[in-house]
Nanobody, 121 residues
Framework: QVQLVESGGGLVQPGGSLRLSCAASGSISSINVMGWYRQAPEKQRELVATITSGASTNYASSVKGRFTISRDNAKNTVYLQMNSLKPEDTAVYYC???????????????WGQGTQVTVSS
């Protein structure tokens, strides 16, 4: 069984910063891509950022230059440093990872439970 557990969400004022973490645990053989999505009320879930096992990154245009994704492969953990936060960044943030489980044949996507980020004065 594999679990992804997120932490670091909360309430922050516009212009502030938050750092999200997501740790994967369980019967993990290897992890390929890790990333973050977000979903605002009454909107579809959208990609925020991804990072490969080789540390290649990809960002949504709305967060480029403000957010930084990173990972610690030894800890099976992905991070999202969010700076210069705006009210429109308010959403539930979900992490995901493409994981090959022990004795598994391929990669499949696993998701965290989500963490609320609210940007408001």
């Amino acid at each position: 069984q594999v679990q992804l557990v997120e932490s670091g969400g909360g309430l922050v004022q516009p212009g502030g910063s938050l750092r999200l973490s997501c740790a994967a645990s369980g019967s993990i053989s290897s992890i390929n891509v890790m990333g973050w999505y977000r979903q605002a009320p009454e909107k579809q879930r959208e990609l925020v950022a991804t990072i490969t096992s080789g540390a290649s990154t990809n960002y949504a245009s709305s967060v480029k230059g403000r957010f930084t994704i990173s990972r610690d492969n030894a800890k099976n953990t992905v991070y999202l440093q969010m700076n210069s936060l705006k009210p429109e960044d308010t959403a539930v943030y979900y992490c995901y990872a493409d994981i090959r489980v022990v004795y598994g044949l391929g990669y499949r996507s696993f998701w965290g439970q989500g963490t609320q980020v609210t940007v408001s004065s």
